[in-house]
């Protein structure tokens, strides 16, 4: 779904250069001459790396649904971390996507 630039919120998980991100921050931002701003602070789903954005309050970006998975740890190697949701399904995620929360 798209929304205004304007509209972005905290939490919110956006498309920024074709990657998935959450808004990390964001500050609407309007000068006395010019057009207004939206200053935001995503973090790349998949990298974790923050980047620091400012968008023009006319322009368009991509909202992404997200959804929330009981499940439980069962165990990581070297590149993997393994859960188990509550249908008993196995389910296998990069150490790379969830950091140190596997810890």
């Known amino acids: ?6 509209n972005i919120k905290k939490g919110e998980f ?15 931002y309007a000068p006395g001459k010019g057009a207004a701003l939206m200053r935001t602070k995503l973090k790349n789903v998949v990298t974790g790396k ?12 991509e909202s992404i649904e997200v959804g929330s998975i009981e499940m439980q740890y069962l165990y990581k190697d070297n590149e993997n ?23």
């Open 81 to 103: 971390a393994y859960c188990m949701d509550l249908q008993y399904d196995q389910h296998i995620i990069p150490l790379s996507v969830i950091g140190h929360i596997v810890n």
């Open 14 to 28: 956006i498309l920024y250069n074709g990657n998935p991100c959450q808004v990390q921050k964001a500050e609407f």
């Open 1 to 6: 779904m798209r929304i205004s630039a304007g």
């Open 50 to 61: 923050n980047t620091d954005f400012t968008f023009k309050s006319s322009e368009y970006v």
